[in-house]
């Protein structure tokens, strides 16, 4: 399960939006107030964050009638049924989960699509705004796409399509040239820092987390909350016992595939870097360019095997194919390192 692709159909939403968006919560209030609300947004949001609190939030922000600052009243109905997640004009689609395969679909049907469409524009319950949210909308198929291209062409009165993407390269054209564009954007070092101590974290431990999540102050609380650094130690000394041909790597395949995919793989690309600059010799000598390129090399083929993952395969055997190619990479690079010596 990606940390990105979390949409879960029967967990409730609690929506929230962290300090850093609020300053475009508040500037789409102000559109609705000035009337000016357009009838798309198109949303490019940060890499690696999970926004489906964040949408729900902005929606109901919208929703309700009593807002100040762009901070919804949660009082009002529209508030309480949002919170409730049963407020009927509102509607979000996204990857469902697959019960049969425990994994997420890898795109949003169309029938998804064709649904909340209907479901928001043609039907309605309140004398209120309505709205249709799609995320992560670059998962649309390009059938969906086109349906929703129609929805655009002749927008319903008082309704709004919040369209969301962490990947904004991949939403077709046609689509983006009829939203209104908006770029979220992550804070800056000191602000997460700032938020990631109020959360708990002591200094270090937010600094630490920070350098872990690529300065991403919401996967570095989430990394925080499943104890990580310690996660990192633990794998760092069982590869290396691995390394030492003291533990097999089924032992080692086990370890990984007993976490989330998005997990392993950053534990692994992690452990490979390190390694890499230890094994391959980019330490001592930045210059040695043909460790520099079977380093390059052994990520490049890592991180393709892992997306295999999505073609339904066993991900155990997978994460055992990439830990046996990790070790004769790192074994062929220590020779050659030695060969030149
Ligand atoms: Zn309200």
């Not at 926004?51 to 109905?77: D, H, K």
């Not at 109020?198 to 270090?204: I, V």
């Not at 094994?279 to 390129?293: F, T």
Request: proline letters at 4%.
């Amino acid at each position: 399960m990606k940390m990105v692709e979390v949409l879960e159909s029967n967990s409730k939403i609690e929506p929230s939006c962290p300090p850093w968006y609020g300053e475009f919560v508040m500037k789409m209030k102000d559109l609705q107030q000035q009337k000016r609300l357009p009838h798309a947004v198109l949303l490019s949001l940060p890499i690696e964050t999970d926004e489906v609190a964040f949408i729900w939030y902005l929606s109901m922000s919208l929703l309700c009638r009593n807002s100040t600052e762009g901070r919804p009243c949660r009082q009002c109905v529209s508030c309480v049924q949002m919170q409730a997640n049963t407020y009927a004009d509102f509607n979000m689609v996204g990857l469902e989960y697959d019960e049969s395969k425990k994994k997420y679909y890898k795109n949003i049907k169309i029938e998804q699509t064709r649904e909340l469409i209907h479901d928001v524009f043609i039907t309605r319950s309140y004398d209120n705004l309505k709205i249709a949210a799609i995320y992560p909308a670059d998962r649309m198929s390009i059938a969906g796409a086109n349906s929703l291209l129609k929805t655009l062409e002749e927008p319903a009165e008082n309704a709004l399509i919040i369209i969301a993407t962490h990947n904004l390269g991949k939403i077709p054209v046609t689509i983006r040239s009829r939203c209104q564009q908006w770029t979220l954007r992550l804070p800056c070092f000191e602000e997460a820092l700032v938020w990631l101590e109020k959360k708990g974290l002591d200094n270090e431990q937010a600094v630490q987390y920070l350098k872990f999540s690529n300065g991403n102050p919401g996967l570095a609380l989430k990394l925080f909350q499943i104890n990580y650094l310690e996660l990192v130690s633990e794998f760092k000394k069982k590869f290396s016992q691995y390394l030492n041909n003291q533990i097999d790597v089924v032992m080692l395949g086990q370890f990984l595939a007993a976490r989330e995919v998005e997990l392993a793989r950053r534990l692994i690309s992690m452990v490979v870097k390190a390694y890499c600059f230890r094994y391959c010799g980019l330490n001592e000598s930045p210059a040695n360019k043909v460790a520099a390129r079977s380093a390059l090399e052994l990520m490049t083929q890592i991180e393709s095997q892992l997306m295999i993952e999505e073609n339904n395969l066993d991900l155990q055997l997978q994460l055992i194919d990439v830990l046996i190619s990790m070790k004769q990479t790192i074994i062929q690079s220590q020779q050659s390192i030695r060969s030149r010596e």
